[in-house]
């Protein structure tokens, strides 16, 4: 099955900084990559996806770039604020095969003031 | 618009007791998704809807696990005899195609 890895576990920046975030995917079957914020308490909300048709997509501050080649893809966040602190998840899956999602191990982000 | 809603937020039951955990999806949305998320495991794929049927169960860790989805709409995961490691936070998920899922707040499950 999908196994996804995520880099770093842990990220800390200064408000006004860029992060990125890693992932690697395994099954070159997958065609579906979004990411996620999760809050303390709250469900995972979704804030960016790319199918793997795109090789970079942007929304404000944020923008995920894909490497089919490589099976990876990033997450960046420009121009960081407090607000931003929280985990973030990637996830992969193949839309046709019921689109269930397989995680990476999450990065929790902390952005100093 | 009214997103997706778990009831209850916490629950805590004492080994050996079932549980039954409920999803209320975004009205109008044609798959649910439930996931667990805990300390060890990270988030992890259960079950899948479409409609009210179950194409892929592959994620239930064991036959205690079961769960159905009834009118195309509320779905409830259930666990029996429950054990300590079923300890988590359940998430249900929702998508009204093949492509974007929005969660709900999840269910702690605490197993004394």
């Not at chain 1, 995972?44 to 997509?57: A, C, F, M, T």
């Not at chain 1, 404000?60 to 997450?75: C, D, E, G, M």
């Not at chain 2, 009214?2 to 079932?18: F, I, L, M, R, Y």
């Not at chain 2, 205690?64 to 666990?79: D, M, P, Q």
Request: glycine share 10%; aromatic share 8%; charged share 20%.
């Amino acid at each position: 099955g999908e196994n996804v890895e995520q880099h770093p576990s842990t990220l800390s920046v200064q408000e006004g900084d860029s992060a990125v975030i890693k992932c690697t995917y395994s099954d070159s079957a997958s065609n579906y990559f979004p990411w996620y914020k999760q809050e303390l308490g709250k469900g995972p909300q979704l804030i960016i996806d790319i199918r793997s048709n795109v090789g970079e997509k942007k929304d404000q501050r944020i923008a995920v770039t894909l490497n089919k080649t490589a099976k990876h893809f990033s997450l960046h966040i420009t121009e960081t604020q407090p607000e931003d602190s929280a985990v973030y998840f990637c996830a992969a899956s193949i839309i046709a095969a019921g689109n269930k999602l397989t995680f990476g191990g999450g990065t929790r982000v902390l952005v100093k003031p | 618009g009214a997103g997706v809603s778990q009831s209850p937020s916490n629950k805590v039951t004492e080994k050996g007791k079932d549980v039954e955990l409920r999803c209320d999806p975004i009205s109008g949305h044609t798959a649910l998704y439930w996931y667990r998320q805990s300390l060890g495991q990270g988030l992890e794929f259960l079950i899948y809807f479409q409609g009210n049927s179950a194409p892929d169960k592959s994620g239930l860790p064991s036959d205690r696990f079961s769960a159905e989805r009834t009118g195309g709409s509320v779905s409830t995961l259930t666990i029996q005899r429950t054990q300590q490691e079923d300890s988590a936070v359940y998430l249900c998920a929702s998508s009204p195609g093949t492509r974007e899922q929005f969660f709900g707040p999840g269910t702690r499950l605490t197993v004394l």
